[in-house]
């Protein structure tokens, strides 16, 4: 089988759970398609899941109410060697990204990290990543029994629901004690949709002139429209916004249907954070601008007198 371990917020699955169904279904692996749902109180999101793999596997217990790297890592490696699974897909979120070198040590298994496309070569699994500050595109593969791969959220398109449900069924797991408690937790709340699950993005660079610009022109557009709110890195240096929304190769990553940069240079580090996004609209004073070869739609000019009559327009 094919494992992949379900991401899941506020009751509902994460985007990135969709997009790994994509990754799965283009990796050349045989077996079922099968979603593993761990937590406390998932009832909803198994239900969910079962729309997108031919089986779920529930850990539904209230140990698993909090996440925990050896936790999710023991509950991992148990479920792929009882269902001997050939291929375990986590997501390359922060979480991801520290409990799955256990699981491949587990396992005992290859492991490639940060996919951004997945196929068969062979027997071997193939795999893309960024390099070199996302200059250049590698190619890597793994042999073995099992492969353990994550992928990079936002590289691969959410997948669409299967033809028919797939059947839930309930799991014992054996696991570990925890060495860690998490005594409290701090979330920062906002109104808007996360950039990881957002459609629309609206992304604001240093052309933007100032924090007060940002806040106008980015945040005004895109509450108008109902879009997340990005940030490039120079942004995020600059103390004007938090490290939560920056774009790019040492931000997140993201595949939105549209995409508006708004006095945005076009570094390659943000472009590969946001190239795949379906439609880029970018708008920058400088015509030269790197921004523009990507861009389906551009606009030459100020943001300062541009944007404003955006607003104004979404507003009627």
């Known amino acids: 089988m094919i494992l992949i371990v379900a991401e899941h917020n506020g009751g509902k699955l994460a985007k990135s759970t969709l997009e790994m169904v994509t990754a799965a279904r283009e990796s050349g692996r045989e077996g079922p398609i099968t979603l593993l ?5 998932v009832a909803t999101i198994a239900s969910e899941a079962a729309q997108y793999a031919e089986q779920v596997l529930v850990g539904d217990l209230p140990a698993l109410a909090q996440y925990n790297a050896e936790t999710w890592a023991a509950a991992t490696a148990q479920i792929a060697q009882e269902g001997e699974a050939n291929l375990v897909i986590i997501g390359g979120s922060r979480s991801g990204r520290e409990y799955a070198p256990r699981v491949a040590v587990k396992l005992d298994a ?7 496309s997945l196929s068969a070569n062979g027997a071997a699994v193939q795999a893309q990543r960024y390099t070199y500050l996302a200059r250049v595109t590698e190619t890597v593969e793994a042999e073995g029994p099992v492969v353990v791969v994550t992928a990079k959220p936002g590289s691969f398109a959410p997948a669409a629901p299967a033809a028919s449900a797939g059947e839930q069924y309930d799991i014992e797991l054996n696991l570990p004690a925890v060495r860690v408690q998490v005594t409290g937790k701090s979330v920062e709340k906002t109104s808007r949709v996360a950039l990881t699950e957002a459609d629309v993005i609206v992304t604001g660079g240093r052309g933007v002139g100032s924090p007060e610009n940002f806040a106008s022109l980015v945040e005004g557009l895109a509450d108008q429209i109902g879009a997340g709110v990005g940030a490039t890195r120079a942004v995020v240096d600059a103390g004007w916004r938090p490290y939560a ?14 995409y508006i940069a708004l006095g945005v240079s076009g570094a390659v580090q943000h472009l590969s954070g946001m190239g795949k996004s379906k439609n880029i609209i970018a708008i920058n004073k400088d015509p030269e601008a790197p921004i523009f070869k990507v861009a389906d739609y551009g606009i030459v000019g100020d943001v300062n007198q ?4 955006l607003i104004e327009a979404a507003k009627k």
């Open 37 to 41: 749902v761990l937590g406390s109180g």
């Open 110 to 116: 290859p492991y490639l990290e940060d996919a951004t």
């Open 245 to 258: 929304e920056q774009v790019g190769q040492t931000g997140k990553t993201v595949q939105p249907k549209a």
């Open 306 to 309: 541009i944007v404003p009559a």
